[in-house]
């Protein structure tokens, strides 16, 4: 069994996240992020509710948000909870609120690298690459091995910010821990590379940085 299988539990839900390239190049090539849990709640609600912005939650999922909310706001220094919360809202899409329990998670529950991924990905959703970059940076520093960290931030540094080597150079390390690793599609990462350098002309290698 692979760390990505280990680490994906049922309530796993799969965002695909489309790659195409600047220009175009290689549309259609799809990215999975993996999560583990499913819940979550901020101490400060919106005041429109989550079906009038466009999410629908299912009767299971709205008692659990409101159990989980209750919990915070009793005990808010209850870790699991604010995670389990956070990862409701991951499921639900409503990224400002996941962003903030997954915050308040780390505040609480510090390195954690699945955690760190987590919250990486819905920067990347909020629009903010710069900051999921930075996520990803730190559940590697906290786990060297952590396989989903360095697949995502590989999706953000072609993706959103247009840094083709060193996306590139990130799934290099990536296939340094598992050299079988896979996208959610389940194309070889090892393809994925050979595709975007053939329709790129990028060698996938960094220049040293002058001293």
Not at 43 to 67: D, F, M, R, V, W
Not at 86 to 97: A, I, R
């Amino acid at each position: 069994m692979t760390t990505t299988e280990k680490m994906v539990k049922k309530e796993t839900l799969l965002i695909a996240i489309a790659i195409s390239l600047l220009l175009g190049f290689l549309t259609g090539t799809i990215f999975t992020t993996y999560k583990l849990g499913s819940s979550k709640t901020t101490a400060s609600q919106p005041n429109t509710p989550p079906e009038q912005q466009g999410i629908t939650l299912n009767n299971e999922q709205s008692k659990a948000i409101a159990g989980l909310e209750t919990e915070v706001g009793k005990n808010p220094g209850n870790g699991d909870a604010w995670n389990k919360l956070g990862n409701l809202y991951f499921d639900t899409n409503q990224v400002k609120k996941a962003i903030e329990a997954y915050t308040r998670t780390l505040n609480l529950v510090p390195a954690n690298a699945d955690i760190l991924t987590d919250l990486g990905v819905m920067y990347r959703l909020d629009k903010q690459p710069d900051k999921a970059i930075e996520s990803f940076d730190k559940a590697i520093q906290t786990n060297p091995r952590h396989e989903l960290s360095r697949l995502n931030k590989g999706v953000v540094l072609l993706y959103d910010l247009g840094r083709i080597p060193e996306a590139l150079q990130t799934w290099q390390e990536l296939l340094g821990i598992n050299p079988n690793a896979m996208t959610a599609n389940g194309k070889l990462v090892r393809d994925l590379m050979a595709d975007v350098t053939k329709e790129t002309g990028t060698s996938g290698k960094l220049e040293p940085k002058a001293k």
